[in-house]
């Protein structure tokens, strides 16, 4: 099972109190996490990547394994801790603003 | 006895202020939706304890919320809670979220460019539900306009929106631009003795008409004068502010516009000014009394770049002779050292008698008035900044 850890707004958005664990099909991808989260919880469609482009959104940041991943491929693979569920897979909003 | 129920949006939240007809003592519920801007929150003429709410966030987009209890719980209506997360082919649901301008072939329209601050042109890219104007008729309509700016429908009760095309290509598109605030659609009018009469306005483009459910469209701004634009009497690029009209006169409409306060008797085809002995006629808000078609009111502010009341004083102007002549009300209201603004989305009035008037502030003041604006006194005092105020009066 993969581990998502959401920003608090989206937790919110999602019920949910803490992390969040999916059941990824295939090859486990920032892609393939997203669409299991999107279909897990369809509420947060839009929330974390562009509706139509399907691009991360531009104060979002995705990090694993203490690396930041924002600007990795979509279809890349992740980190093989991510995929056999020993770290999660972080959302976090940019810290800009208030 | 007759109850008021006052929609707040904020910066961080939502607040819902209720009171019994009396209007003197107030309930506070909220933070709703806290930490996020909500631009607006209206609830539906036909059914009250419908509520609609625009939830948005530079992080995280665009949510829109709905009530079937009054504010007292919300759901997203695409994901309704204990419904399941697919339709029945296997699609997951969340499309209330989802706004899309239509470019398909049939009902949609090309997505064009709009003019820059510089003069450039710049991609049309959807940010915001800055007004939700729920139908006279059906609680499940409801108009959205957003930034940028285009004009959106459900006919689902918020689960799914589709937009109006025929307004963003008008073919005016590319003479558009974006306000201070971004180039917003704010303003929503719905003529309830004609269900083929939409008003809109939008920041900087003006102020359009359609007589025809919302497939076409026309400007109308004839007789708007903007010394800000390259020709101050083009039919395209005012920065209107804001729109009202009197349920029982829908051809009659005052408006707020960036400088200028004005009024057309013939639904939007002319305009004249009234902005008469305003202490200075840029302003956000305007709104007409729920009895008296005449009665309006505008909340003054200093300049474009001032973005607060003169000599710091707050001060609503009230006209019954709609326009021309006004009246400052002051008794209850801050009258030295008072720097906030009066947001456009930021005035109503209920239909009790005396009619009741509120306004919100960007200091987190929502004042509210029992006896036409006579007299005001706070409501809450210490909110996050106020970017719209809505009132329901309930029996």
């Known amino acids: 099972m993969i581990r998502v850890v959401l920003p608090p707004h989206l937790r919110t958005l999602a019920h949910v109190d803490g992390d969040v664990t999916l059941r990824v099909e295939g090859p486990v991808t920032q892609r393939s996490v997203l669409d299991a989260l999107e279909a897990q919880y369809p509420m947060l469609r839009g929330t974390i990547r562009d509706h139509v482009t399907q691009e991360r959104r531009p104060f979002l940041r995705f990090f694993a394994c203490e690396e930041d991943l924002s600007h990795e491929p979509p279809d890349a693979p992740l980190p093989d801790a991510v995929v056999n569920g020993k770290e999660p897979f972080f959302i976090i909003g940019a810290i800009a603003g208030g | ?395």
């Not at chain 2, 940028?148 to 005016?172: I, N, P, Q, S, Y």
């Not at chain 2, 200075?280 to 770049?305: L, Q, W």
């Not at chain 2, 930021?346 to 960007?362: E, H, K, Q, R």
């Open chain 2, 1 to 395: 006895m007759s109850q008021v129920r006052v929609l707040v949006g904020t910066r961080k939240g939502a607040f819902i202020l209720n009171a019994d007809g009396k209007r003197k003592q107030w309930e506070v519920s909220g933070p709703h939706f806290a930490g996020w801007e909500i631009y607006h929150v209206k609830g539906s003429p036909v059914d009250p304890n419908r509520v609609y709410a625009s939830q948005t966030s530079g992080w995280f987009g665009q949510i829109i919320q709905r009530s079937d209890d009054g504010g007292k719980t919300w759901h997203q209506p695409g994901t309704p809670p204990g419904e399941p997360t697919t339709t029945p082919d296997g699609t997951p649901k969340g499309e209330s979220n989802k706004f899309v301008y239509d470019t398909s072939p049939g009902s949609g329209k090309p997505l064009t460019t709009h003019q820059w601050y510089d003069g450039t042109q710049h991609p049309w890219e959807f940010k915001r539900v800055w007004h939700l104007e729920p139908s006279p008729n059906d609680p499940n309509t409801v108009y959205a306009g957003v930034e940028d700016a285009a004009l959106f429908r459900t006919t689902d009760g918020g689960k799914t929106w589709h937009e109006l095309a025929g307004l963003r290509g008008h073919g005016t598109g590319p003479q558009w631009q974006p306000g201070a605030g971004g180039m917003c659609l704010h303003t929503i009018l719905l003529d309830s003795s004609n269900p083929g009469r939409i008003f809109i306005a939008i920041s900087a483009a003006g102020a359009f008409r359609s007589d025809d459910a919302g497939k076409t469209w026309r400007p109308i701004n004839r007789g708007l004068r903007s010394e800000y634009i390259p020709d101050p009497t083009a039919e395209i690029g005012h920065c209107v502010h804001r729109i009202a009209l009197h349920r029982s006169r829908p051809n009659v409409l005052f408006m707020q516009k960036h400088w200028d306060v004005l009024r057309s008797d013939d639904g939007g085809d002319s305009w004249h000014e009234v902005s008469g002995n305003l202490p200075t006629d840029f302003g956000f808000v305007i709104d007409v009394h729920a009895h008296e078609p005449e009665t309006i009111y505008v909340v003054p502010i200093k300049s474009d770049s001032e973005h607060y009341p003169p000599e710091g004083k707050l001060r609503v102007y009230r006209s019954r002779t709609g326009g021309n002549e006004w009246e400052a009300l002051t008794k209850g209201l801050p009258q030295r050292d008072c720097y906030v603004n009066v947001l456009r989305d930021a005035m109503a009035v209920d239909s009790l008698d005396p009619c009741g008037v509120y306004f919100g502030t960007t200091g987190g003041q929502v004042y509210g008035s029992t006896d036409a604006g006579d007299s005001w006194a706070p409501i809450v005092r210490d909110l996050p900044a106020v970017l719209s105020v809505e009132v329901q009066t309930l029996p």
